[in-house]
């Protein structure tokens, strides 16, 4: 098993290049998908979440209202801090047992948006990081996701520096071209990761 770690800025293409590693046929866990996951209506860690926080983070529903906690959290590195000690764990928990139900010669691509900013490169055996000029990514969040300029700028300054992420990466992915390259650079990489995988053997 060869287990990767894949991240890269907001707005660089990272969704994007999982699911063609995914069409390669690499087990993709999604860490931001496993955070929605953990804190499901009836779920430990909701209730969790509920007891720190109280019933006002609620919907209607009983579901999580993410905007209303986010307000809570985002203005206040303590509360945040206390929301991270929640579900990090959960997350990372769920993330192992996936990892585990995977074949002894996958590619275990784990899709970890703030991998660099956690210190998190020692997890993998190897981390592909997904790359494009600030000048691509402010184009795509302002015109494909429908931000303002200046909440596209503030987006990208909360994160890890373009050259923090390229200072981890084992393998860099230059996403400043259009899909169909795209593909074939991903398909490229993909060879490369197969063959390691293979050679690896059982763990």
């Known amino acids: 098993m060869l287990t990767v770690g894949l991240t890269g800025g907001i707005g660089a293409g990272k969704s994007e290049v999982s699911r063609l590693l995914v069409e390669c046929g690499a087990v993709l866990i ?13 779920t430990p860690g909701l209730r969790a979440v509920v007891d720190a926080f109280g019933e006002g983070i609620l919907a209607e529903d009983g579901s999580l209202d993410r905007a209303r906690l986010g307000s809570i959290v985002f203005a206040d590195p303590e509360r945040l ?28 691509v784990h899709d970890v948006p703030l991998l660099t900013e956690n210190g998190l490169e020692s997890l993998y055996d190897l981390v592909i990081v ?19 300029e200046e909440d596209a700028r503030a987006r990208m300054g909360a994160q890890a520096s373009r050259e923090q992420r390229r200072a981890i ?29 293979r050679s690896s053997g059982p763990e």
Request: proline share 6%; aromatic share 2%.
């Open 81 to 108: 801090a206390v929301l991270n000690s929640i579900v990090h764990p959960l997350v990372e928990a769920r993330s192992r047992e996936l990892e585990e139900a995977a074949p002894e010669d996958a590619v275990v």
């Open 130 to 148: 997904v790359d494009a000029s600030p000048a691509t990514q402010l184009e795509r969040l302002v015109g494909r996701r429908g931000m303002t």
């Open 169 to 197: 990466a084992d393998i860099v992915i230059d996403n400043d071209v259009p899909l169909d390259e795209l593909a074939q650079r991903v398909k490229d990489v993909w060879s490369g990761l197969e063959h390691r995988a």
């Open 30 to 42: 999604d860490a931001d998908r496993i955070a929605r996951e953990v804190v499901e209506p009836g």
